[in-house]
């Protein structure tokens, strides 16, 4: 299937993207602490406290083969569990290096994830679970649970890799979308399902009719949530289809796992502007015409004019 994940501009963290390499910070800086550590972690040597963007100080010695995590501050909020979406901010640098490869402070945009649905290194996935909410956590991963022998961009093969994670929020997600159904009534449109079971939702599109020319987008179940701006991020489950041939080519209930969307980095011009507007806790039909979705370009599985379908659950806002 042709995952939707890519159709984000995404940083180095994603499993997906390559190396962001935006950092400005000075060698220099950290170059000049960089003995300091501290219970074999590196120290950090500016911007300590939570929220500041912080400096890290070379790794000294041997790195560590397994996962090591220090709680820098401690948060007072809930502790996060596999499936929360969650909201950091975070800089990444290698060990054996005195300047970073990645962080999310120069761009302003924190980072969304789900915990544990593989969206990103596994030394995340593992070394963030039961921290709570307002921590500052420092990571050391080794290789095999960040890029491994392969490496990734700037970041060599088997490197050992440190971080530093504030923890900005956590939600648990709800299992499907919930609201009034409202009446699909126009013959000429897919119809969606409305069990709220958290399973995938019936997406059935009309072999006769011939796909519409502007954007759609129909609520199939409307709550009485937050209206989504273009400035939020939002956690969703969709399913969805060709209009040609109805077939399926991306589902995140096949994986188990939700997306979480940031819309301002969504290149999707016609789930990024059907989503917009409409309720957290809705359940959304969007038919995207082929000049809001790829065009005349082929996508892999996904043919050249393609009218996309889905029916997208919009379970969180971040």
Known sequence: MRRLAGLLVVPLLLLSAGCGGDDKGSDSASASASASSKDGFPAITAGAKFGEKPTLAKGTGTPPKELKTNVVSEGDGAKLKNGDAIQVNYLGQ???????????????????????????????DKGLVGQKVGSRVELVIPPELGYGTQGQGDIKPNATLVFVVDILKAKQIPASAKGTVVAQDNVDLPKVGTKTDGKAPSLTVPSKSAPPKKLVSNYVLESKGEVIKETDSVVVNYVAKLWKDGKTFDSTYATGKTQTFPLAQVTLKGLKNGLIGKKIGSRVLLVVPPDQAFGNKAQQSIPKNSTLVFAVDILAKM
């Open 94 to 124: 290698a060990w054996d290096s005195t300047k970073p490869f990645d962080n999310s402070f120069d761009r302003k945009q924190p980072f969304d994830l789900t915990l544990g649905a593989g969206m990103v290194i596994q030394g995340w």
